[in-house]
């Protein structure tokens, strides 16, 4: 598969142009994209601790912990505790000041992630944001192809721009706790090249249950276990559980 040297190089130098200091955590669920950031972190010497959140029994919980049992890095679990997840869910809701579900969801979410880092005395903590939207990570995707290529493109460039607001959202929420919430992935310079990478290494077609072929195989050569690099996509809010929790208060 072409592409693959560059576009790990790229993945590497949007990391090392987002991060000033080596001590940093990786937002973790064990999926392809959060445990290929961490391994390229740690191979590229930065002090990484693996912060999990979710509800007990959460998928997210269990496979991280599944995965790291190879990965084998420091992995802290903060268990979101259900007598208070309405308050906070409330709370976050009327600072970030949308109906959005996604974006409550989200922030929500990284409310827990960054409530965990302050407790670890972590100030900086890392996501792969951007990878779903650049490689085709959503099933959206798979409907989008259907109508052709320049329906991709605009789907990715509203799923783009969609995720660069939430993550300032997600940053209101998170400066509560002092910590920052940065994505490489989003930088200028590396969606630029990520919009350049032929179609067909991200989807198939209309049945491509996968996807994110490219960044696959990045994660299998460079030692992402394999339950990770070949795992389906669920989203953060899912894998948590955080969804199901604020659709029952609704």
Known sequence: MANITALLEELQNAIKETLSE????VAFSGGVDS???AKICSDLGYQVTLLTIGFAGSHDILFSKKVNEIMKLPHKILEIDQTTFHKVSSKI?????????????N??????VSKLAQSLHLSTVITANGIDELFCGYNAYRDAIK?????V?????SKIENELKMMKAV???SSEFGVKILQPFLSERFIKFSKKIPLNYKIKDSEDLLRKHIIRKIATDIGVP?????????????GSLIHKELIKSR
């Open 226 to 238: 394999e339950i990770s690099a070949n795992q389906r996509k669920k989203a953060l809010q899912y």
């Open 171 to 173: 940053n209101e929420v």
């Open 22 to 25: 080596k001590k940093i955590a």
């Open 93 to 105: 809701k009327d600072k970030i000041n949308t109906d959005n579900l996604s974006w409550n969801e």
């Open 153 to 157: 493109q605009e789907l990715m460039d």
């Open 35 to 37: 445990t290929l950031l």
């Open 147 to 151: 109508e052709g290529k320049q329906i």
């Open 107 to 112: 922030c929500i979410a990284f409310y827990y």
